[in-house]
């Protein structure tokens, strides 16, 4: 979907929100037609054009059968008249839901969109001897080591069926250049425990100002997928933090 078809479908919703909002406030009194059906919404009533509007329409019929000829405009709405309300609106198709702007449904572009990971969801291999933690803000990764040399983390996704991974972002900074990620790689398991490496990228990252890298690959899954980061520490006192994580998914 396009920047201009997401923004029209927003102000959509807010339209459709906001009749909601006019039929179902639980705290705002409500009304419906005209003073000439309703006998207790008259010209003066702030709210009697909106109220002629849903009368008008069909979502309201009325507050006393079988004469309807009030709208009780302060009473509270039920769940019950709220199902009413809700149906009629669905019915009379005064609010398309499957048009935005002249657009329908089927035409926005259900292409590529990006899914943005938690770095906090990662796990150290289990010989390894990184710690992780949060980081100094937000959801930022935190990773030391005990020890000197090559350790892998591990981050578990979890994708939607039949998408393919077009392209890996990843956000990270460094203490100092002689730590630096050494490999971004993806394995996909079936039957454990087996774990064949789908993507292998050792572009050495050495940004320590911070920096977001992107990679393109074209991997479909058909397991359980991982993405592995490898870093090469060369002191103990050093720390590699790791931000935002993007997906690029698509058909």
Not at 160 to 172: E, F, G, P, S
Request: hydrophobic content about 40%; proline content about 6%.
């Amino acid at each position: 979907m396009s920047k201009d078809q997401g923004n029209r479908l927003r102000h959509r919703w807010l339209r459709w929100l906001l009749i909601v909002s006019v039929v179902a406030g639980a705290t705002t009194p409500i009304a419906v037609m005209a003073s000439h059906r309703f006998t207790d919404v008259p010209d003066a009533n702030i709210f009697h054009d909106d109220i002629a509007w849903l009368a008008d329409a069909g979502v309201t019929l009325g507050c006393n059968p079988p004469d309807n000829d009030e709208f009780c405009p302060s009473d509270f709405v039920t769940r019950e008249q709220m199902a009413a309300f809700m149906r009629r609106l669905a019915e009379t198709g005064v609010v398309d839901a499957d048009t935005v702007d002249g657009l329908h449904a089927s035409e926005f572009d259900a292409g590529d969109r990006t899914l943005w990971i938690n770095p906090l969801s990662a796990w150290p291999s289990p010989t390894s001897d990184l710690q992780l933690d949060r980081g100094s803000s937000g959801t930022t990764l935190r990773v030391t080591s005990t020890a000197t040399g090559s350790q892998w983390v591990r981050f578990p996704l979890h994708l939607t069926d039949a998408l393919t991974i077009k392209q890996i972002t990843v956000c990270y900074g460094l203490s100092s250049a002689a730590t630096f990620i050494s490999q971004v790689r993806f394995t996909e398991e079936t039957i454990p425990p087996t774990s064949p490496v789908m993507y292998d990228n050792g572009t050495d990252l050495t940004e320590t100002t911070g920096e977001c890298v992107d990679q393109t690959l074209n991997l479909t899954p058909n397991g359980a997928i991982t993405l592995q980061l490898r870093f090469n520490f060369a002191s103990t006192l050093d720390r590699v933090d790791i931000g935002a994580i993007g997906l690029l998914l698509g058909p």
